[in-house]
């Protein structure tokens, strides 16, 4: 998404790019180790920061929200936001690769493992596989049947797809005036039901969308010029960087009460984004490399169970060899993976995502 400090576009925030990247990995480390241990390959998950791959699911959620309300907002107040143009951005960016990864995942799981003799237990039709995913409902279908990682990851894309289909004619709607009173209750209220012990769907769906509208407060905050206090301030900004990592390397913010831990980061995530990307004392990370990989992380995220797979696979006949030891093998799986996810993203984003992407100006 393109803004600059005050939000007009054609210029990227500071940042962001590489927070993606850096997001992305975390999701793949998170994984690494679950599927070795599936497969009965060596695995390492002795620290913290392995098992952090839904808290950095939950600030794309944040990130998400923080750009795309500031975004409406912004035209809004231009009075230039078009519903149909919203949507058919979204859908060139997000669509095409989503459902690229529908396709390989029912093949993977319903041709290519029983042509291959693996058994993976499957509980539903094609056909309902097809449908929950058409209709943007992957997180339904991943919690009800399990489908495999290559599948369940989408649960993510799919509480993406349900907000935008729920927030542009929401704001579209509502006088800009009102939309931070009215973004401000959609999180209270979405908040309250997803913890409220009577109403489980939204839990038990992963419907976590009151961290899509957080982000979404504090982007219109900062439009309207409210957080100098973040954007200024050296010890605050510092402070809620090292809360941020302090989150992501140990667990002392897992609260016993899971109302306290969702109410901790549903805060601090927002003012994380809106402080790396607007405060005048967050350095500019400007590594080409990096911004690139946050670029194509969009697909680092999709392509990362693929490879995954494959390299478990490879390792599973290396070590029927036995000439590998367990340090080896581990540092084998964690390299190959990502090395395979890399040039998988790159080359999807290069000669796949980017012929819909150029559709997006026209």
């Not at 107040?77 to 095409?96: E, G, Q, V």
């Amino acid at each position: 998404m393109y803004f600059c400090a005050n939000y007009m576009p054609l210029k990227r925030l500071p940042n962001l790019d590489v927070l993606r990247f850096v997001l992305s990995f975390f999701v793949l480390i998170f994984h690494l180790p679950q599927l070795s241990k599936n497969q009965n390959l060596p695995y390492f998950d002795g620290l913290d920061l392995f098992s952090k791959g839904t808290h950095a699911v939950y600030m794309f959620f944040v990130l998400s929200g923080f750009l795309i309300i500031g975004q409406i907002y912004n035209l809004k107040n231009r009075n230039n936001f078009n519903i149909a143009k919203f949507y058919k951005n979204r859908a060139l960016r997000i669509l095409p690769l989503y459902y690229l990864i529908v396709v390989f995942g029912l093949i993977f799981y319903n041709l290519i493992l029983p042509f291959l003799n693996i058994d993976f237990p499957k509980t539903y039709s094609i056909n309902e596989g097809i449908l929950y995913n058409l209709f943007f409902l992957p997180n339904v279908f991943s919690k009800l049947y399990a489908p495999g990682g290559i599948l369940e990851i989408l649960w993510s894309i799919g509480i993406e797809e349900q907000f935008y289909l729920i927030v542009a004619p929401l704001l579209f709607v509502v006088n800009n005036k009102y939309v931070l009173y009215f973004i401000l209750t959609l999180t209270v209220v979405c908040f309250g039901i997803y913890h409220q012990e009577s109403i489980s769907i939204f839990r038990r769906y992963n419907g976590v969308f009151f961290l899509l509208f957080s982000g979404g407060i504090i982007s219109i905050l900062g439009v309207k010029n409210k957080l100098e206090l973040f954007k200024n301030n050296k010890g605050i900004s510092y402070l809620i960087i090292a809360l941020t990592a302090l989150n992501f390397s140990t667990s002392i913010f897992e609260f016993e009460n899971p109302i306290w831990s969702s109410l901790f980061i549903t805060i601090l995530y927002p003012l994380f984004v809106y402080t790396i990307s607007h405060n005048n004392f967050v350095p500019n990370i400007k590594f080409k490399w990096l911004n690139h990989l946050g670029k194509i992380s969009y697909g680092l995220y999709m392509y990362h169970a693929i490879a995954l797979n494959f390299v478990v696979f490879c390792a599973l006949k290396i070590q029927s060899y036995n000439i590998l030891n367990d340090i080896c093998m581990i540092i084998l799986i964690n390299v190959l993976t990502l090395i395979i996810t890399i040039i998988i993203a790159q080359f999807s984003y290069r000669y796949y995502e980017s012929y819909f992407l150029k559709f997006k100006n026209k």
